[in-house]
Nanobody, 120 residues
Framework: QVQLVESGGGSVHPGGSLRLSCEPS????????FSWFRQGPGGENTRARI??????????YYERSAKERFTVTRDDVTNSVYLQMNNLKPEDTAVYYC???????????WGQGTQVTVSS
């Protein structure tokens, strides 16, 4: 069964940190680009990409609000992708989703989402 499993969400105070993990089941990370999206309380229409990492060369992309605070990494040996989030702010509160897209076929898989809540 092919699926993505996210973990690492939770509740933190402003300024805190969390590390999200994304682990594929049923396929290897090596030929997939991975992206992290987040969806706010407004529903699916608010889902937005905040970070991506390419296969092989590891080129990264960050949405403006994530730059300098978030870091996306991948480990194709352990078959995992991570999103390190530092200096979290209340506006980072959202459900975070991992998405894998095959670099040739375009086949796409989504995780179930993990809740991140930042509040004092």
């Amino acid at each position: 069964q092919v699926q993505l499993v996210e973990s690492g969400g939770g509740s933190v105070h402003p300024g805190g940190s969390l590390r999200l993990s994304c682990e594929p089941s049923g396929f290897s990370t090596s030929n997939y680009a991975f992206s992290w999206f987040r969806q706010g309380p407004g529903g699916e229409n608010t889902r937005a990409r905040i970070a991506s990492i390419s296969p092989h060369d590891g080129t990264t992309y960050y949405e403006r609000s994530a730059k300098e605070r978030f870091t996306v990494t991948r480990d194709d040996v352990t078959n995992s992708v991570y999103l390190q989030m530092n200096n979290l702010k209340p506006e980072d509160t959202a459900v975070y989703y991992c998405c894998a897209r095959h670099r040739i076929s375009g086949a796409e898989y989504w995780g179930q989402g993990t809740q991140v809540t930042v509040s004092s």
